[in-house]
């Protein structure tokens, strides 16, 4: 929470899960009421991340942070839906965590950071991933927590200012 509130966060900024002071309130904010993917009916722009993620987007300045872990095995998938199955999934492929940096305007991934690679030491729920913490950030540094993989953090313009080998 410290990494979040450091800074002076905008009124447009959502440094953290569940936006300024974790109230999960856009004040403000004036986000469409429908849209459409398919017609692009209010979507400004769409990328593609690579990997599973269901980390929550943050927001400073410009800037749209994301997290993902990209599996070396082309068939991992989410599950959606509810069922009673809650058996980890055994993915002990290698993985990649990885952070990106993505232009609010435009959609361009302004830049993009691998955090760690390995086998994960922890297996994921089906309806989960190896990426599931949100990024926070205070508009210096952007730290990313992948569990038992790791505490990462990043300048604004992707810079490692932190030694991870440490």
């Known amino acids: 929470m410290a990494a979040a509130t450091a800074g002076a966060a905008s009124a447009g900024d959502w440094p953290q899960f569940r936006g300024p002071s974790a109230s999960g309130v856009g004040d403000g904010a004036k986000p469409p009421v429908k849209w459409d993917a398919s017609k692009g009916t209010n979507i400004v722009w769409s990328v593609e991340i690579p990997g599973l993620a269901d980390s929550s987007p943050i927001v400073w300045g410009d800037q749209i942070f994301v997290t993902t872990a990209v599996s070396s095995d082309p068939k991992q998938t989410f599950r959606i ?18 952070v990106l940096a993505i232009d609010k305007k435009t959609g361009k991934i302004l830049w993009q ?11 994921r729920h089906p309806k989960s991933s190896q990426a599931s913490p949100s990024p926070v950030t205070n508009g210096k540094v952007v730290v990313a927590y992948f569990g038992s993989e790791g505490l990462y953090a990043y300048s604004m313009t992707g810079e490692c200012p932190v030694d991870r080998r440490k």
Request: a negative charge; proline letters at 10%.
């Open 81 to 98: 839906g509810a069922y009673g199955d809650t058996d980890p999934v055994n993915d002990s492929s290698p993985h990649k965590w990885v």
């Open 113 to 123: 950071q691998t955090a760690h690679e390995g086998v994960p030491k922890t297996k």
